[in-house]
């Protein structure tokens, strides 16, 4: 892979900016190995496999989002929901600027747990809202300027396009999983939710290198019917379904606020509860243990007769 080039990437993985790029006019940078299309009424569909993982994407992301919002008092709750017929190139511009928030999203949402604004507040939900929107709306003009050519951008040289899509993003993600290790390391005493963070990176780097290295193979083997576009898609929701598995897991729910079904787990600070009460109050008539008659009765007598 040489630096500000996305031939070798195009020529292994059918990526979305790869039929923008190259010499105007022409069809773009093609890859050497295609899935199968899929001809639905006249409509052709290409990348079906992958067309199907996304759309279950689309509704674990929405499953996610419903509950993220179910957390009434979840630190980054608000954060963690803002981070989800056009002609193609703008569509794909568009793709490009979404993705780049997206990234920059998570990575703000890496400097939650260290409090760099309060919680909620009108400062830390509009700096993250309109830093996010900049970056969107400047990847995105980085991304069509490159495919028209225009203010000194050029298709056969994407190497700023190249650059916000490989090296920010990459960074940003690596950045907000250091941050992540260093917030449960300090301050949890749980570890589990290491776990989570691992997991993550594993998919997402495996879904990179499936996608990105080994796609022709894939394709190659499979006769065409998938590529590693397609366990990229997996991997990748797999890694987003581990942030959100990683943020539920060191967010606790308050309990004035729980609404759902989830139980929560308490501390048991006393372990031995008084042994007139072990196996449960006696029934009591004006304040003391009684028997069936009314007369009072010694609560050791009232189990005596009980069990």
Same mark, same amino acid.
């Given at each position: 892979?040489?630096?500000?080039?996305?031939?070798?990437?195009?020529?292994?993985?059918?990526?979305?900016?790869?039929?923008?790029?190259?010499?105007?006019?022409?069809?773009?940078?093609?890859?050497?190995?295609?899935?199968?299309?899929?001809?639905?009424?006249?409509?052709?569909?290409?990348?079906?496999?992958?067309?199907?993982?996304?759309?279950?994407?689309?509704?674990?992301?929405?499953?996610?989002?419903?509950?993220?919002?179910?957390?009434?008092?979840?630190?980054?709750?608000?954060?963690?929901?803002?981070?989800?017929?056009?002609?193609?190139?703008?569509?794909?511009?568009?793709?490009?600027?979404?993705?780049?928030?997206?990234?920059?999203?998570?990575?703000?949402?890496?400097?939650?747990?260290?409090?760099?604004?309060?919680?909620?507040?009108?400062?830390?939900?509009?700096?993250?809202?309109?830093?996010?929107?900049?970056?969107?709306?400047?990847?995105?003009?980085?991304?069509?300027?490159?495919?028209?050519?225009?203010?000194?951008?050029?298709?056969?040289?994407?190497?700023?396009? #190249?650059?916000?899509?490989?090296?920010?993003?990459?960074?940003?993600?690596?950045?907000?999983?250091?941050?992540?290790?260093?917030?449960?390391?300090?301050?949890?005493?749980?570890?589990?939710?290491?776990?989570?963070?691992?997991?993550?990176?594993?998919?997402?780097?495996?879904?990179?290198?499936?996608?990105? &290295?080994?796609?022709?193979?894939?394709?190659?083997?499979?006769?065409?019917?998938?590529?590693?576009?397609?366990?990229?898609?997996?991997?990748?929701?797999?890694?987003?379904?581990?942030?959100?598995?990683? #943020?539920?897991?060191?967010?606790?729910?308050?309990?004035?606020?729980?609404?759902?079904?989830?139980?929560?787990? #308490?501390?048991?600070?006393?372990?031995?509860?008084?042994?007139?009460?072990?196996?449960?109050?006696?029934?009591?008539?004006? &304040?003391?243990?009684?028997?069936?008659?009314?007369?009072?009765?010694?609560?050791?007598?009232?189990?005596?007769?009980?069990?």
């Amino acid at each position: 892979m040489r630096f500000g080039s996305f031939a070798d990437m195009c020529h292994t993985a059918s990526l979305m900016v790869c039929p923008m790029l190259g010499r105007k006019g022409g069809t773009g940078l093609e890859t050497d190995c295609y899935p199968r299309n899929v001809d639905i009424g006249g409509v052709l569909i290409f990348q079906s496999a992958t067309l199907i993982i996304h759309i279950v994407a689309l509704v674990m992301t929405s499953i996610m989002i419903y509950h993220i919002r179910s957390k009434y008092t979840a630190v980054g709750e608000w954060l963690m929901h803002t981070m989800l017929a056009m002609p193609c190139h703008y569509f794909t511009a568009i793709h490009v600027g979404l993705m780049c928030a997206t990234f920059w999203c998570l990575l703000l949402n890496g400097f939650v747990g260290f409090q760099f604004a309060e919680d909620g507040t009108p400062l830390s939900l509009w700096s993250i809202r309109i830093s996010s929107l900049v970056i969107a709306v400047i990847t995105a003009f980085i991304a069509i300027g490159t495919f028209q050519g225009i203010a000194g951008l050029d298709p056969q040289n994407p190497i700023a396009l #190249w650059i916000v899509y490989f090296i920010f993003n990459g960074a940003a993600f690596a950045i907000y999983v250091i941050l992540q290790v260093v917030l449960v390391i300090n301050t949890l005493d749980d570890r589990w939710p290491l776990g989570d963070i691992l997991f993550g990176l594993f998919f997402f780097v495996v879904g990179q290198v499936l996608s990105l &290295g080994f796609s022709n193979n894939l394709c190659k083997a499979t006769k065409h019917y998938i590529d590693g576009v397609f366990f990229g898609a997996i991997c990748t929701l797999l890694s987003v379904m581990m942030v959100y598995k990683y #943020w539920d897991s060191i967010t606790k729910e308050d309990l004035e606020f729980s609404v759902g079904g989830k139980q929560n787990t #308490w501390e048991v600070k006393d372990a031995y509860a008084d042994d007139e009460f072990a196996y449960g109050a006696p029934p009591t008539y004006g &304040g003391s243990p009684a028997d069936p008659y009314g007369y009072p009765k010694t609560a050791s007598a009232y189990y005596d007769d009980r069990y």
